[in-house]
Protein backbone atom coordinates (compact mmCIF):
# COMPACT_ATOMS: atom_id res chain seq x y z
CA UNK A 1 0.00 0.00 0.00
CA UNK A 2 1.58 3.52 -0.75
CA UNK A 3 2.76 5.75 1.71
CA UNK A 4 -0.08 8.46 0.63
CA UNK A 5 -3.09 5.81 0.73
CA UNK A 6 -2.07 5.33 4.21
CA UNK A 7 -2.08 8.84 4.79
CA UNK A 8 -5.47 9.26 3.55
CA UNK A 9 -7.47 6.53 5.05
CA UNK A 10 -6.06 7.58 8.67
CA UNK A 11 -6.69 11.15 7.82
CA UNK A 12 -10.06 9.54 6.50
CA UNK A 13 -9.97 12.30 4.08
CA UNK A 14 -11.14 10.79 0.83
CA UNK A 15 -13.71 13.41 0.02
CA UNK A 16 -12.48 16.51 1.32
CA UNK A 17 -10.27 17.86 -0.92
CA UNK A 18 -7.86 19.92 0.48
CA UNK A 19 -7.25 23.62 -0.39
CA UNK A 20 -4.51 24.47 -2.53
CA UNK A 21 -3.31 28.23 -3.67
CA UNK A 22 -4.56 28.37 -6.85
CA UNK A 23 -5.75 31.03 -9.17
CA UNK A 24 -9.06 29.25 -10.29
CA UNK A 25 -12.45 30.34 -12.26
CA UNK A 26 -14.67 31.75 -9.64
CA UNK A 27 -17.28 28.63 -10.45
CA UNK A 28 -14.95 25.95 -9.17
CA UNK A 29 -12.55 25.08 -6.18
CA UNK A 30 -9.86 23.03 -6.50
CA UNK A 31 -7.90 20.75 -3.97
CA UNK A 32 -6.44 17.57 -3.35
CA UNK A 33 -7.71 14.34 -1.74
CA UNK A 34 -4.76 13.97 1.09
CA UNK A 35 -2.70 16.22 2.39
CA UNK A 36 0.45 16.59 0.51
CA UNK A 37 -0.88 15.22 -2.59
CA UNK A 38 -0.22 15.82 -6.16
CA UNK A 39 -2.36 13.80 -8.56
CA UNK A 40 -5.45 13.95 -9.21
CA UNK A 41 -6.39 18.10 -8.98
CA UNK A 42 -9.67 17.68 -8.02
CA UNK A 43 -11.83 20.14 -9.77
CA UNK A 44 -15.55 20.47 -7.81
CA UNK A 45 -18.44 23.32 -8.29
CA UNK A 46 -18.46 26.10 -5.42
CA UNK A 47 -22.45 25.13 -5.10
CA UNK A 48 -24.27 22.02 -6.53
CA UNK A 49 -25.89 22.02 -9.70
CA UNK A 50 -24.63 25.41 -10.63
CA UNK A 51 -22.13 25.11 -12.78
CA UNK A 52 -22.53 23.27 -16.50
CA UNK A 53 -19.42 21.47 -16.74
CA UNK A 54 -19.43 20.99 -20.50
CA UNK A 55 -19.68 25.60 -21.06
CA UNK A 56 -16.70 25.65 -18.41
CA UNK A 57 -14.73 23.11 -20.35
CA UNK A 58 -14.87 24.88 -23.48
CA UNK A 59 -14.08 28.44 -22.10
CA UNK A 60 -11.13 27.27 -19.56
CA UNK A 61 -9.30 25.24 -22.32
CA UNK A 62 -5.65 26.77 -21.29
CA UNK A 63 -6.41 26.46 -17.89
CA UNK A 64 -7.20 22.56 -18.21
CA UNK A 65 -4.01 22.26 -20.28
CA UNK A 66 -1.51 24.09 -17.91
CA UNK A 67 -2.80 22.20 -14.73
CA UNK A 68 -2.97 18.82 -16.57
CA UNK A 69 0.51 19.40 -17.51
CA UNK A 70 1.56 20.42 -13.57
CA UNK A 71 -0.44 17.78 -11.55
CA UNK A 72 -0.67 15.08 -14.36
CA UNK A 73 -4.58 14.11 -13.79
CA UNK A 74 -7.82 15.87 -13.01
CA UNK A 75 -10.45 14.38 -11.06
CA UNK A 76 -14.44 16.19 -11.83
CA UNK A 77 -16.39 15.26 -8.73
CA UNK A 78 -20.20 16.91 -8.21
CA UNK A 79 -20.89 18.26 -11.03
CA UNK A 80 -24.53 16.30 -12.14
CA UNK A 81 -23.21 14.00 -14.79
CA UNK A 82 -24.91 10.34 -15.05
CA UNK A 83 -24.91 8.50 -18.60
CA UNK A 84 -22.20 8.02 -21.15
CA UNK A 85 -23.98 10.99 -23.26
CA UNK A 86 -22.49 13.22 -20.31
CA UNK A 87 -19.31 11.71 -20.68
CA UNK A 88 -19.17 12.20 -24.94
CA UNK A 89 -20.53 15.63 -24.21
CA UNK A 90 -17.31 16.31 -22.15
CA UNK A 91 -15.23 14.56 -24.89
CA UNK A 92 -16.79 16.74 -27.53
CA UNK A 93 -16.56 20.44 -25.21
CA UNK A 94 -12.55 19.85 -24.88
CA UNK A 95 -12.47 18.73 -28.68
CA UNK A 96 -10.58 15.09 -27.95
CA UNK A 97 -9.47 13.62 -31.54
CA UNK A 98 -10.68 10.09 -30.61
CA UNK A 99 -8.68 6.87 -30.88
CA UNK A 100 -9.84 3.47 -31.10
CA UNK A 101 -8.40 0.70 -29.10
CA UNK A 102 -5.26 -0.84 -31.82
CA UNK A 103 -2.85 -3.35 -30.49
CA UNK A 104 -4.87 -3.77 -27.45
CA UNK A 105 -4.46 -6.83 -25.36
CA UNK A 106 -7.71 -7.02 -22.68
CA UNK A 107 -11.43 -7.90 -23.63
CA UNK A 108 -13.43 -4.35 -23.72
CA UNK A 109 -16.85 -3.56 -25.85
CA UNK A 110 -16.71 -0.55 -28.18
CA UNK A 111 -20.33 1.43 -27.19
CA UNK A 112 -20.00 4.26 -30.21
CA UNK A 113 -18.05 6.74 -30.72
CA UNK A 114 -14.99 5.37 -29.62
CA UNK A 115 -16.05 4.83 -26.31
CA UNK A 116 -15.43 2.04 -24.58
CA UNK A 117 -16.03 -0.24 -21.34
CA UNK A 118 -13.22 -0.31 -19.12
CA UNK A 119 -11.56 -3.98 -19.27
CA UNK A 120 -13.37 -6.69 -18.80
CA UNK A 121 -11.75 -8.44 -16.55
CA UNK A 122 -12.83 -11.10 -13.61
CA UNK A 123 -13.93 -8.87 -10.80
CA UNK A 124 -11.55 -10.52 -8.79
CA UNK A 125 -8.20 -9.94 -10.13
CA UNK A 126 -5.91 -7.01 -9.91
CA UNK A 127 -4.98 -4.85 -13.15
CA UNK A 128 -1.14 -3.40 -12.24
CA UNK A 129 -0.51 -0.05 -13.50
CA UNK A 130 0.45 0.85 -17.00
CA UNK A 131 0.41 4.10 -19.34
CA UNK A 132 -2.05 3.16 -22.13
CA UNK A 133 -0.57 1.61 -25.55
CA UNK A 134 2.77 2.66 -24.76
CA UNK A 135 3.86 -0.60 -26.84
CA UNK A 136 2.04 1.09 -29.96
CA UNK A 137 4.15 3.77 -32.23
CA UNK A 138 1.01 6.34 -32.02
CA UNK A 139 -0.47 6.58 -28.28
CA UNK A 140 -3.07 8.18 -26.64
CA UNK A 141 -2.01 11.49 -24.93
CA UNK A 142 -5.24 11.90 -23.32
CA UNK A 143 -7.18 9.00 -21.23
CA UNK A 144 -10.59 9.37 -19.20
CA UNK A 145 -12.34 7.24 -17.02
CA UNK A 146 -16.16 7.79 -16.40
CA UNK A 147 -17.70 6.09 -13.40
CA UNK A 148 -21.72 5.72 -14.37
CA UNK A 149 -22.11 2.53 -11.81
CA UNK A 150 -18.57 2.63 -8.88
CA UNK A 151 -18.78 -1.06 -7.47
CA UNK A 152 -20.17 -1.92 -3.82
CA UNK A 153 -16.45 -2.84 -2.68
CA UNK A 154 -13.41 -1.86 -4.43
CA UNK A 155 -12.66 -1.16 -8.09
CA UNK A 156 -11.34 1.88 -7.58
CA UNK A 157 -9.07 3.01 -10.46
CA UNK A 158 -5.50 3.26 -8.96
CA UNK A 159 -2.87 6.09 -10.22
CA UNK A 160 0.15 7.24 -10.17
CA UNK A 161 2.88 9.64 -11.41
CA UNK A 162 5.19 8.47 -13.69
CA UNK A 163 7.66 11.39 -13.24
CA UNK A 164 8.18 10.03 -9.92
CA UNK A 165 7.95 6.76 -10.59
CA UNK A 166 10.49 7.28 -13.07
CA UNK A 167 12.83 9.17 -9.85
CA UNK A 168 12.63 6.23 -7.37
CA UNK A 169 14.28 3.64 -9.91
CA UNK A 170 17.53 2.89 -9.19
CA UNK A 171 19.82 5.00 -11.57
CA UNK A 172 21.60 2.25 -13.28
CA UNK A 173 18.27 -0.04 -13.61
CA UNK A 174 17.28 3.24 -15.11
CA UNK A 175 20.12 4.09 -17.54
CA UNK A 176 20.41 0.06 -19.07
CA UNK A 177 16.75 0.88 -19.94
CA UNK A 178 17.48 4.30 -21.69
CA UNK A 179 20.82 2.65 -23.48
CA UNK A 180 18.76 -0.97 -24.62
CA UNK A 181 15.00 0.10 -24.85
CA UNK A 182 12.72 -2.72 -23.90
CA UNK A 183 11.09 -5.99 -25.92
CA UNK A 184 7.40 -7.07 -25.85
CA UNK A 185 6.53 -10.54 -27.49
CA UNK A 186 3.14 -11.81 -27.96
CA UNK A 187 1.64 -14.95 -28.66
CA UNK A 188 -1.97 -15.10 -30.05
CA UNK A 189 -3.40 -18.36 -31.53
CA UNK A 190 -3.07 -20.56 -28.02
CA UNK A 191 -6.28 -19.21 -26.68
CA UNK A 192 -4.85 -17.20 -23.73
CA UNK A 193 -5.21 -14.04 -25.40
CA UNK A 194 -7.23 -11.91 -27.52
CA UNK A 195 -7.31 -13.22 -31.21
CA UNK A 196 -4.68 -11.58 -33.55
CA UNK A 197 -7.63 -10.29 -35.60
CA UNK A 198 -9.21 -8.41 -32.74
CA UNK A 199 -5.81 -6.85 -31.25
CA UNK A 200 -5.13 -5.72 -34.61
CA UNK A 201 -8.42 -4.60 -35.86
CA UNK A 202 -7.87 -6.66 -39.19
CA UNK A 203 -9.42 -9.63 -41.08
CA UNK A 204 -6.70 -11.74 -42.72
CA UNK A 205 -2.74 -12.35 -42.21
CA UNK A 206 -1.86 -10.43 -46.04
CA UNK A 207 -3.59 -7.09 -43.49
CA UNK A 208 -1.75 -7.90 -40.51
CA UNK A 209 1.48 -7.95 -41.73
CA UNK A 210 1.01 -4.92 -43.82
CA UNK A 211 0.27 -3.31 -40.66
CA UNK A 212 2.81 -4.46 -38.63
CA UNK A 213 5.43 -3.31 -41.27
CA UNK A 214 3.83 -0.11 -40.84
CA UNK A 215 4.16 -0.12 -36.92
CA UNK A 216 7.38 -1.64 -36.61
CA UNK A 217 6.54 -4.77 -35.06
CA UNK A 218 8.30 -7.59 -36.50
CA UNK A 219 5.54 -11.05 -37.18
CA UNK A 220 6.13 -14.43 -37.16
CA UNK A 221 3.90 -17.54 -38.08
CA UNK A 222 3.97 -20.54 -36.17
CA UNK A 223 1.13 -22.18 -38.11
CA UNK A 224 -2.24 -22.04 -38.98
CA UNK A 225 -3.16 -19.21 -37.14
CA UNK A 226 -0.76 -18.86 -34.00
CA UNK A 227 1.31 -16.16 -34.46
CA UNK A 228 4.70 -14.50 -32.64
CA UNK A 229 4.87 -10.79 -32.70
CA UNK A 230 8.04 -8.83 -31.39
CA UNK A 231 8.47 -4.79 -30.86
CA UNK A 232 11.42 -2.80 -29.41
CA UNK A 233 10.22 0.30 -28.07
CA UNK A 234 12.08 2.78 -25.68
CA UNK A 235 11.62 2.45 -21.81
CA UNK A 236 11.93 5.94 -20.94
CA UNK A 237 10.72 9.01 -23.12
CA UNK A 238 10.78 12.70 -23.07
CA UNK A 239 7.26 14.26 -22.60
CA UNK A 240 6.83 16.82 -26.14
CA UNK A 241 5.55 19.86 -23.27
CA UNK A 242 7.09 19.65 -20.72
CA UNK A 243 10.39 18.05 -21.65
CA UNK A 244 10.75 15.71 -18.17
CA UNK A 245 11.56 12.34 -18.23
CA UNK A 246 9.06 10.02 -17.89
CA UNK A 247 8.65 5.99 -16.91
CA UNK A 248 6.95 4.80 -20.06
CA UNK A 249 6.41 1.03 -20.56
CA UNK A 250 4.53 -2.30 -19.84
CA UNK A 251 8.23 -4.27 -18.55
CA UNK A 252 6.83 -4.87 -14.94
CA UNK A 253 3.26 -5.48 -16.57
CA UNK A 254 3.88 -8.13 -18.65
CA UNK A 255 6.79 -9.57 -17.44
CA UNK A 256 6.73 -13.36 -16.25
CA UNK A 257 7.73 -12.71 -12.42
CA UNK A 258 4.90 -10.32 -12.04
CA UNK A 259 2.03 -13.11 -12.56
CA UNK A 260 1.06 -15.00 -9.73
CA UNK A 261 3.03 -17.95 -8.07
CA UNK A 262 0.78 -20.69 -9.65
CA UNK A 263 -0.51 -18.62 -12.57
CA UNK A 264 3.15 -18.31 -13.32
CA UNK A 265 4.26 -22.04 -12.72
CA UNK A 266 1.40 -23.36 -14.38
CA UNK A 267 2.08 -21.07 -17.79
CA UNK A 268 6.34 -22.17 -17.53
CA UNK A 269 4.77 -25.65 -16.92
CA UNK A 270 3.61 -25.69 -21.11
CA UNK A 271 5.58 -22.73 -22.34
CA UNK A 272 8.33 -21.63 -22.77
CA UNK A 273 9.23 -18.07 -21.58
CA UNK A 274 8.99 -16.69 -25.31
CA UNK A 275 5.82 -18.72 -26.27
CA UNK A 276 4.32 -17.24 -23.53
CA UNK A 277 1.06 -14.83 -24.07
CA UNK A 278 3.30 -11.54 -23.04
CA UNK A 279 6.67 -11.09 -21.94
CA UNK A 280 8.93 -8.64 -21.59
CA UNK A 281 12.92 -8.52 -21.96
CA UNK A 282 15.58 -5.75 -22.89
CA UNK A 283 15.52 -4.35 -26.08
CA UNK A 284 18.63 -6.49 -27.39
CA UNK A 285 16.26 -9.85 -26.46
CA UNK A 286 18.55 -10.57 -23.07
CA UNK A 287 16.17 -10.92 -20.22
CA UNK A 288 15.38 -9.06 -17.71
CA UNK A 289 16.48 -9.85 -13.58
CA UNK A 290 13.48 -10.37 -11.82
CA UNK A 291 14.26 -8.21 -8.82
CA UNK A 292 14.86 -5.38 -11.23
CA UNK A 293 11.01 -5.90 -12.16
CA UNK A 294 10.32 -6.46 -8.32
CA UNK A 295 12.34 -3.00 -7.88
CA UNK A 296 10.27 -1.51 -10.80
CA UNK A 297 7.13 -2.37 -9.55
CA UNK A 298 7.85 -1.59 -5.76
CA UNK A 299 8.56 2.01 -7.46
CA UNK A 300 4.41 1.89 -9.06
CA UNK A 301 3.99 0.77 -5.59
CA UNK A 302 5.23 3.72 -3.96
CA UNK A 303 3.82 6.57 -5.72
CA UNK A 304 0.03 4.65 -5.77
CA UNK A 305 -2.81 6.56 -4.70
CA UNK A 306 -6.22 5.15 -4.66
CA UNK A 307 -9.90 6.14 -3.50
CA UNK A 308 -13.36 5.06 -4.17
CA UNK A 309 -15.31 5.97 -6.85
CA UNK A 310 -18.63 8.14 -6.49
CA UNK A 311 -21.34 8.12 -9.48
CA UNK A 312 -20.90 10.81 -11.94
CA UNK A 313 -16.72 11.43 -11.57
CA UNK A 314 -14.83 11.74 -14.33
CA UNK A 315 -11.04 11.15 -14.33
CA UNK A 316 -9.12 12.92 -17.05
CA UNK A 317 -5.37 11.91 -17.18
CA UNK A 318 -2.24 12.74 -19.33
CA UNK A 319 -1.01 9.38 -20.56
CA UNK A 320 2.43 9.94 -20.59
CA UNK A 321 2.48 11.24 -17.20
CA UNK A 322 0.14 9.49 -15.16
CA UNK A 323 -0.30 5.25 -14.99
CA UNK A 324 -3.69 4.13 -13.91
CA UNK A 325 -4.72 0.31 -12.88
CA UNK A 326 -7.70 -1.33 -11.20
CA UNK A 327 -8.15 -3.02 -8.34
CA UNK A 328 -10.47 -6.35 -7.45
CA UNK A 329 -14.53 -5.16 -6.96
CA UNK A 330 -17.25 -6.56 -5.71
CA UNK A 331 -20.78 -6.38 -7.03
CA UNK A 332 -21.92 -4.50 -10.35
CA UNK A 333 -19.39 -1.74 -12.11
CA UNK A 334 -19.87 0.26 -14.68
CA UNK A 335 -16.42 2.30 -15.59
CA UNK A 336 -16.10 3.75 -19.11
CA UNK A 337 -13.29 4.85 -20.73
CA UNK A 338 -12.09 6.93 -24.47
CA UNK A 339 -8.75 8.01 -25.15
CA UNK A 340 -7.43 10.57 -27.30
CA UNK A 341 -5.15 13.08 -28.72
CA UNK A 342 -2.36 10.68 -30.40
CA UNK A 343 0.74 11.48 -30.61
CA UNK A 344 3.34 9.20 -32.76
CA UNK A 345 6.93 8.60 -31.79
CA UNK A 346 9.75 6.67 -33.45
CA UNK A 347 11.06 3.58 -32.12
CA UNK A 348 14.51 4.62 -31.40
CA UNK A 349 13.98 7.61 -29.88
CA UNK A 350 15.79 7.31 -26.70
CA UNK A 351 15.49 10.43 -24.41
CA UNK A 352 18.96 10.28 -23.54
CA UNK A 353 22.53 8.39 -23.40
CA UNK A 354 22.79 9.61 -19.90
CA UNK A 355 20.24 9.85 -16.94
CA UNK A 356 19.03 12.96 -15.91
CA UNK A 357 17.13 12.63 -12.63
CA UNK A 358 13.59 14.78 -12.35
CA UNK A 359 12.76 17.07 -9.88
Known amino acids: MSKQLEYARRQGSWARPKPISLKQPELIKTGFLYEGGTVPLVIQPQMSGVVDLFAWARSHAEFIESNLMK ?5 FRGFDLHTQS ?36 PAEQSIALHNELNYVTTWPMKIFFFAVTPSETGGATPIADV ?10 IRQKFIEKGW ?28 YCRSARVTCEWKGGDRLRTRQVRPAVRRHPRTGEMVWFNHVAFWHVSSLEPKVREMFLSEFSPEDLPFNTY ?12 AELRQAYDDETVAYPWQTGDLLMLDNMLVAHGRQP ?10 MGEPLTGDQFDLPAQTDNHVH
Open 71 to 75: HGGFL
Open 183 to 210: MLIRNFGDGLSLPWQVTFRVNDKAALEE
Open 163 to 172: RRVFNRIDPR
Open 86 to 121: DFAQFLEAISLPRMNYMEGATPRTELGGKIYTSTEY
Open 282 to 293: YGDGTPIEDDVV
Open 329 to 338: YIGARKILTA
